[in-house]
């Protein structure tokens, strides 16, 4: 399913990208500038994030484990200034301390285990460096939407990349060893309401 999942990824989001992703995405890749000259972003899927690098960045990785979402990253012509890796978020081709910036968006719900992708990026990560998060998470505030994402989510995933609802994305973070800096929780709009809680903010390795 991973050609079609790839095919279809962009149209389906595209009325929640312009309702409030591509805003978030803005804000929070807005302060690398100052927090980073070595940044890898994991699960970049077909670029969203992309155009919003600085070009003053002194390298940009971008990976995924998808050959068929690779396809599509590499036919963007902003990307020419990046390296492009196909890579599983579990295990990082990279050396201890070599980021200063590690980005996920939308990638931790469907990565098959988030302890060993965490791990993997604090590894990666320099001590005080940035993990900038995005992702959508379990509505463990909203039970009866929570216990629609406990009957949906065995074919969910199978559907959808192998993307699971019920996450508790922000727990996984901090037993990863990350304090955050900044947390939001907020209802990602015009998208299915199985998939509408999300957190997003900064975190950081000791």
């Not at 599983?88 to 719900?109: I, M, N, Y």
């Not at 505030?141 to 406990?150: H, I, K, N, S, V």
Request: aromatic share 6%.
């Amino acid at each position: 399913m991973s050609w079609l999942f790839a095919t279809v990824y962009d149209p389906f989001m595209r009325r929640t990208e312009e309702a409030c992703l591509a805003e978030w995405r803005r804000d929070l890749l807005g302060a690398l500038p100052e927090r980073a000259g070595r940044v890898l972003e994991i699960g970049a899927g077909t670029g969203a994030n992309v155009a919003l690098y600085p070009r003053t960045l002194e390298r940009l990785v971008l990976t995924d484990a998808d050959e068929h979402m690779l396809v599509r990253l590499r036919r963007r012509p902003d990307t020419a200034h990046a390296e492009i890796v196909r890579a599983s978020a579990g295990a990082l081709p990279f050396e201890d301390a070599s980021f200063d910036a590690v980005v996920s968006t939308l990638v931790l719900c469907s990565v098959p285990d988030p302890m060993a992708a965490l791990g993997e990026i604090r590894r990666v990560l320099r001590p005080g460096g940035a993990l900038i998060f995005l992702e959508h998470v379990a509505a463990e505030d909203a039970p009866a939407r929570l216990r629609w994402q406990r009957r949906i989510e065995p074919l969910w995933s199978r559907l959808a990349g192998n993307c699971h609802l019920t996450r508790d994305t922000a727990s996984a973070i901090e037993r990863a060893g990350f304090t955050f800096e900044t947390l939001t929780r907020e209802s990602m709009r015009k998208s299915l309401p199985i998939v509408r809680p999300t957190i997003r903010g900064v975190a950081r390795k000791p």
